[in-house]
């Protein structure tokens, strides 16, 4: 089976940053796209960032210029420097990834999700 483990959430102040790790373990054969996506309370799932195996990225208007997704292939790890946090930043950070699976398998998985509370 497949696991993906966020790390890196916590409390920090307005202006503060965080960077996100997650690694992706378990029986798959390669990684399509890992990203993030975040959900605050009474609020409905959203995208952050994404990154492809090319290298393609994007990113959802609110984090422009802020927030910034790298990967590390070899450690089939995602990352996401998260700098000058605001309040409106606080949620669950979840984990995605598109794995390739099987010859004919490609599915995506989510992480157990991570919470990033940033304070006024």
Do not use: H
Request: charged share 15%; proline share 2%.
């Amino acid at each position: 089976q497949v696991q993906l483990v966020e790390s890196g959430g916590g409390l920090v102040q307005a202006g503060g940053s965080l960077r996100l790790s997650c690694v992706a373990s378990g029986n798959f054969f390669s990684i399509a796209a890992m990203g993030w996506y975040r959900q605050a309370p009474g609020k409905q799932r959203e995208l952050v960032a994404t990154i492809t195996s090319g290298g393609s990225t994007n990113y959802a208007d609110s984090v422009k210029g802020r927030f910034t997704i790298s990967r590390d292939n070899a450690k089939n790890t995602v990352y996401l420097q998260m700098n000058t946090l605001k309040p409106e930043d606080t949620a669950v950070y979840y984990c995605n990834a598109d794995l390739i699976t099987g010859l004919m398998s490609r599915l995506r998985y989510w992480g157990q999700g991570t919470q990033v509370t940033v304070s006024p």
